[in-house]
């Protein structure tokens, strides 16, 4: 019994030293933890084409190059190529609306536009009134009064009637002065008043613009 139990002792002791040495042996590095996730991450597809996605997908990222965002639809209305060619349709309108430029800065090709529309009136921006237009309506207000007190003053006193017979008397000559001073003047206010609301609604609107390529394609065809 002795015996046996020595055998058996020995024989434990025997496949302990064999496995260790296994471990440490030059071979089994090869079966390392990090070698086999080396293998499994190279022989893994799904890995493989996780990083080519990654890459193909910042390779094809694009970018306006006014805001420098990546969302939203773009278009390419000049002769630029690659990033420099994509622009938002919104962020070119406005460009042009302050610049009064319609031709790119860089290829110095006219932008290719399809016309203009209104923006939605929840979209129209704050009338901007200022000491120059509040001046503007207190002018046309004064005029509008004076012209209607002066034609109601000609009206009693039989203006018209003493204008066709002659001679003409020298104080219908100084109405007639008036008259004329404040029509032109209040005449000259409506319409700078009128372009100020033209420029405010031209503001309003939006400049559609298309992609070059499309405008050449039709006029090749």
Known sequence: MKGTTKTAREAHVSRSIICSATQDSPASEGNSPRSVHTCRSIANPKTRCASDS???SSIERRACRICQSES???VRPCGCAGTMGDIHENCLSRWVAMSNKDQCEICQEKY???GRTIKPLSKWERPHLGSEEI???ILIAALSYSMVYMVR???ERMFLERMTSLPIRSDDVGR???MIVLGSTLLAS???MFRAMKRYILKQME???VNKSSVRSNRSS
């Open 72 to 74: 939203g639809e773009m």
């Open 190 to 192: 409506i319409f700078a």
């Open 176 to 178: 007639v002065f008036v």
């Open 135 to 137: 001046l503007s309506l």
């Open 54 to 56: 990654d890459q193909s």
């Open 153 to 155: 003053l000609c009206d």
């Open 207 to 209: 400049i559609k613009f």
């Open 112 to 114: 290719a536009r399809s």
